[in-house]
């Protein structure tokens, strides 16, 4: 049996695919959208993720399709599936991911706890929910956005005209509007799931944000009680089982002051607020994912050592690379994992992230944030 | 900065430099012989490591250029080097990995603990070594000889009239022998170093051999006073400092049954005792290899826990892939390290290798031997 896993997508979560492949002998061919991506090692097909033709000659090359990314179109991947091509994950989850309005109802259905909400199709729609949310809110646009983009906070109904003006088209027909959630923290759960039903947890971990991007997680989450934990666990295996996720999935929750948990976004594929497995969980999330695509017994998410702190390289040296950037960073950090992206820099992007493992969670934190730091101008 | 590093040899030494690679944003390009190897998926050019013109093509194309093995004859390398080549480790430093009657000469000089040993011509000169030595005696080709190759033990003058009537040719004018050594275990002391001098130890590690091959591995090595840990570090510090060995070290050797350490091989690469870092410690010898050759600040060489466990997948199914044992392995032990060297199962052949680490030495051996079990009939 060779198994060969294709990824549509070639940014860095295909890359980060790569070694996890090597080291378990399975071929791994990318879908990339062009020549000299992040993931341009792996035998790489340059094609559209929205060209059907395109999508199911790759889908012939490979045993399992799997992706980078959730934007692949619902009728491409339903015809995928008719044709018997093993997705991974399918239609019906990915659904969910790709529409979040469509996430937001079917969350509720399951009974999990989310910061209200309402789709609203104009001014008016909105005016009201500002009405009774204290007169502000976030709108989202349902559909693609990632990092940030696609998420408005707003004081005013007119503030999202510009959102409700080019609705009708491929971003659907109304938008998703909900509370400004009084939150302490943002945390994650991230599971992987097997398509026959095995299903593992990491630990919680508490990301950082800044700008809208994800710039630091700690695994686990400081200062979080047992409870707190078994009840993040239990969104993200209800969510998983609920709407049938294979592969790997990341709940993106809010902690709000008053004590609850709130789910705020789904991606069902490696996540940033899991890269720190890679060095400090003896299953790593993007073997786990390769695992679990491939229907494989999945691995242990025990931790290395007390506490994980990763930083993302956002932007990176003006000028060079992030290699000119090494002798400085390896000195100074020899502790500190560096994982590089091979993107160039760009004021604002995630060319690479850095791990610092140990029990002593203060100094975990200024190794990472340090040695990201000599990244930086 | 681009780093671009050249590898001669494609096997899964090379292999599995490319995880590291990937993730440092390094590029690697291999000199294979045959299309198909285990390094395959880096990108490949097809040559003779003996042909001058094929590796000095190569060679332009690289940074630095680094070994899967000690092969490559020293006309070649010193054609490189004095073409201004960045080769690493050097030819003055390999010659002794390529020579073992030259690393006995020089190990002595070092004032090294090495086994009594002689170079013999002919018969009578063995003759004599064995009157010396009880009547037995290790004897080996000086060049060429791996995982038990070109090593004999003799008990008679006449035992190794084949090796000496092929003396002459590129083997060399004479054969090492050397005294049977009485020793306890095997045990092998691990280095790095740049080219600028700096210098870093992983534990010292018992091996295990089984017909002459590497089995097994335990890290650190158990039972080890640290004066033995201290005199094993001086010793594998002295070989690389005394012949300018640059990247990694492999230091094999005898525990003596009246406690005395010897020096038994040498190799200067990432080596089957070094397999257990890329699992058991904060840097992975293929990583630091990686980092030595580009004289770039080397890594933590800390162990995530208090043991790791190394065994040799040797030979694999008479029938079908590794991959086959998938199900088997992952569900039964699912904190094991999978490592899947490409290769197809032939008798005796290391064509993987699974590592366990934990706090319970027990336990950690059971899990990595019973996980090796799965690949075998």
């Known amino acids: 049996m060779t198994m060969i896993v294709g990824v549509i997508g070639a940014g860095q979560l295909a890359r980060m695919m790569i070694p996890a492949a090597v080291e378990l002998g399975?071929?791994?061919?990318?879908?990339?959208?062009?020549?000299?991506?992040?993931?341009?090692l792996a035998a790489?097909?340059?094609?559209?993720?929205?060209?059907?033709?395109?999508?199911?000659?790759?889908?012939d090359t490979v045993d399992v399709l799997t992706f980078d990314h959730e934007h692949v179109p619902q009728e491409i991947l339903r015809e995928l599936v008719e044709r018997?091509?093993?997705?991974?994950?399918?239609?019906?989850?990915?659904?969910?991911?790709?529409?979040?309005?469509?996430?937001?109802?079917?969350?509720?259905?399951?009974?999990?706890?989310?910061?209200?909400?309402?789709?609203?199709?104009?001014?008016?729609?909105?005016?009201a929910f500002l009405a009774d949310h204290g007169g502000h809110a976030v709108?989202?646009?349902?559909?693609?956005?990632?990092?940030?983009?696609?998420?408005?906070?707003?004081?005013?109904?007119?503030?999202?005209?510009?959102?409700?003006?080019?609705?009708?088209?491929?971003?659907?027909?109304?938008?998703?509007?909900?509370?400004?959630?009084?939150?302490?923290?943002?945390?994650?759960?991230?599971?992987?799931?097997?398509?026959?039903?095995?299903?593992?947890?990491?630990?919680?971990?508490?990301?950082?944000?800044?700008?809208?991007?994800?710039?630091?997680?700690?695994?686990?989450?400081?200062?979080?009680?047992?409870?707190l934990a078994d009840l993040a666990r239990q969104i993200a295996v209800t969510v998983a089982e609920g709407i049938g996720v294979t592969g790997a999935l990341a709940v993106e929750l809010f902690q709000t002051t008053d004590g609850r948990l709130l789910v705020n976004e789904l991606a069902m594929r490696p996540h940033n607020s899991g890269h720190w497995s890679m060095d400090g969980s003896t299953t790593g999330q993007f073997e786990?994912?390769?695992?679990?695509?491939?229907?494989?017994?999945?691995?242990?998410?025990?931790?290395?050592?007390?506490?994980?702190?990763?930083?993302?390289?956002?932007?990176?040296?003006?000028?060079?690379?992030?290699?000119d950037r090494y002798a400085t960073v390896m000195s100074r950090h020899p502790s500190v994992k560096v994982h590089n992206y091979g993107k160039a820099p760009r004021p604002g992007r995630k060319v690479g992230h850095v791990t610092a493992v140990g029990d002593d969670l203060d100094d975990a934190s200024y190794q990472a944030r340090a040695a990201a730091a000599c990244f930086r101008d």
């Open 26 to 40: 399975i071929e791994l061919r990318v879908l990339a959208e062009a020549d000299g991506m992040s993931a341009g």
């Open 44 to 59: 790489v097909g340059v094609g559209d993720y929205r060209d059907r033709d395109a999508v199911l000659a790759f889908a």
């Open 84 to 127: 018997g091509v093993a997705v991974h994950p399918g239609p019906d989850a990915l659904l969910y991911a790709q529409d979040k309005l469509l996430m937001r109802q079917k969350l509720a259905e399951l009974g999990l706890p989310v910061p209200d909400w309402a789709r609203v199709e104009n001014s008016e729609e909105l005016a």
């Open 139 to 227: 709108v989202k646009t349902p559909r693609g956005g990632y990092d940030g983009k696609g998420v408005r906070v707003v004081r005013a109904p007119h503030e999202a005209d510009d959102w409700f003006a080019e609705l009708g088209g491929e971003g659907g027909d109304a938008l998703l509007v909900e509370e400004l959630v009084d939150f302490s923290r943002e945390l994650a759960q991230q599971v992987a799931r097997r398509p026959s039903g095995e299903i593992v947890a990491w630990p919680l971990v508490e990301t950082v944000q800044t700008d809208g991007v994800c710039s630091e997680v700690i695994a686990p989450a400081p200062h979080s009680s047992g409870r």
């Open 288 to 323: 786990q994912h390769l695992r679990a695509v491939l229907d494989l017994p999945l691995g242990s998410t025990a931790t290395h050592e007390e506490w994980s702190v990763m930083v993302n390289i956002l932007g990176g040296p003006a000028a060079g690379s992030l290699a």
